[in-house]
């Protein structure tokens, strides 16, 4: 019984083994089938992804925005000196023959553009077909069509030409400049250098509103650029930027000459609002009250009493415009238009661009102190002063040479002799108002709240001032326009000049 105990025993344990056995062999052999498979289906994936050559997103954008960026050719014709050379040769041989005759050279222009309807619109900057006598446009297809230019608008660099072609053109799609965030992915398209045509450059947005940028060949009036490091160079001016949606929300407009991963857009929403005028109208019709404004610099604000007020300080009134009949005056301080509440120039005068001609806007005005309130009808804003700047922004003071306005300075500096005020006559180098940006010819027609028409008026005003501590304003006039300048005196360094 012992024996067939442990022999029955030795079975029990041979047959547990077997099982053990089978079972891993079981799991060896699905795995080994499993790791086939997978390596299999692997493969598969790897084989189908060589096959598509990994797509991204850009590529995708590409190909919905690259068949409406069309190149734009132009050309002008200008009038050459035979001695058009540069430095003083030049300057020595046009003096030694003033009469000779210029010829008329043609000069080949181009840069970029991106097609808005199917029918034909196309749009692109003002600087690329400026002046141009002849437009032609070449589509990505090869086909090239003479364009008429529909409208331009030098204010904001944004111009509208149209083709007509044999058939229906890609068109873009826009998108919400608005909605742009910095950090956002774009895409710049253009023409760069007139011959590398359908170039793209991703980068991403890197500021939002610029304005006041010094561009090369003169800056628009009206600026509030989109700022991208996405490569923008000469001939891509007027291509289109655009979002990872593939919506245009810029047109490339300027770029930094000295610098690299620089360069501007003009916003789309802005853009498309001017372009539907040029189309309209053949013109933009902007909004015009007749002030020089000025941002209301602290010291400014400590000068007039009102510090820790924001607005826009009025540095002049135009004669017999919507200003004038509505009663402001020169140093009141707007702080509210139409209900929105301003304290930067470049967005004031934004703003009083694009309100409607003639519709009455409500204007929140500070004056000695109290606040007041003023309707004004906004008229057209006549052509001849679209191209008129803000007068110079106010600066610093002190070194002036004051004279008479009616003394023999005058007549050096060239000063109508029927002006009334004080005469600076020399500003010292490197003094407080040479840094304010006081200039000799400046007239001075008001200091503080004393009216100045002549030298002995400035001088009793001087008087009353010599101990004061706080800004001191000054009301100054230079050509046809006044502007406010703004010192703080300096403790024991003043130095006044009579």
Not at 71 to 83: C, L
Not at 175 to 202: I, K
């Amino acid at each position: 019984m012992a024996r067939l105990g442990f022999s029955a025993n030795r079975m029990m344990w041979a047959g547990a083994f077997i099982a053990a056995g089978v079972v891993v062999g079981i799991g060896i052999t699905a795995s080994l089938d499993g790791f086939a498979r997978s390596e299999a289906r692997e493969g598969h994936v790897l084989e189908q992804a060589h096959s598509r050559n990994f797509p991204s997103l850009f590529v995708d954008v590409v190909e919905v925005v690259a068949p409406a960026v069309v190149r734009v050719d132009t050309r002008r014709t200008v009038d050459v000196s035979p001695f058009h050379m540069d430095g003083p040769f030049g300057n020595i041989f046009r003096d030694m023959f003033p009469d000779m005759p210029s010829e008329r050279h043609p000069v080949p222009g181009f840069g970029s553009g991106f097609v808005l309807t199917d029918d034909g619109y196309i749009l692109t900057n003002n600087h690329v077909v400026q002046d141009a006598e002849k437009v032609e446009v070449k589509t990505p297809e090869g086909k090239v069509y003479v364009a008429e230019v529909i409208g331009v608008d030098p204010s904001t660099d944004v111009a509208v030409i149209r083709v007509e072609a044999d058939e229906p053109l890609s068109a873009v799609r826009m998108g919400d400049s608005d909605n742009m965030r910095v950090g956002d992915w774009v895409l710049a398209f253009g023409n760069p250098f007139g011959q590398l045509e359908g170039t793209v450059t991703a980068g991403v947005v890197s500021a939002k509103g610029r304005s006041n940028l010094a561009i090369q060949g003169g800056g628009p009036a009206y600026q509030d650029f989109i700022q991208t490091d996405a490569s923008i160079n000469f001939g891509n001016s007027g291509g289109p930027l655009v979002n990872l949606n593939g919506e245009v929300i810029g047109m490339n407009a300027a770029i930094n000459a000295s610098g690299q991963g620089i360069g501007f857009a003009i916003p789309i929403n802005l853009a498309k609002r001017i372009a539907e005028q040029l189309i309209d109208k053949g013109k933009v019709v902007r909004g015009y009250m007749g002030i020089y404004p000025q941002d209301l610099t602290p010291e400014l604000a400590e000068g007039k009493g009102i510090e820790g007020v924001e607005g826009i300080l009025v540095g002049q009134v135009v004669e017999d415009s919507p200003a004038e009949k509505a009663g402001l005056r020169v140093g009141d301080v707007i702080v509210e238009y139409d209900g929105v509440r301003v304290s930067d120039v470049n967005k004031f005068r934004w703003l009083v661009a694009d309100s409607p001609v003639g519709e009455e806007v409500d204007l929140k005005v500070l004056r000695d102190g109290r606040e007041r309130t003023m309707d004004l009808a906004l008229i057209e804003r006549p052509d001849a002063r679209v191209a008129q700047a803000t007068p110079p922004e106010p600066e610093r003071w002190l070194g002036l040479e004051v004279g008479d306005v009616r003394g023999a300075d005058a007549q050096r500096l060239g000063i109508d002799t029927e002006e009334e005020g004080a005469l600076i006559v020399d500003v010292e180098e490197g003094s407080p108002a040479d840094d304010a940006g006081f200039r000799p010819g400046d007239i001075i027609v008001k200091l503080g709240e004393d009216e100045i028409r002549d030298l002995d008026d400035y001088r009793d005003a001087l008087d009353g001032l010599k101990d004061h501590k706080k800004a001191v304003v000054f009301l100054v006039k230079r050509g046809d326009y006044t502007t406010f300048l703004a010192v703080k005196p300096e403790n024991g360094e003043e130095r006044w000049v009579r």
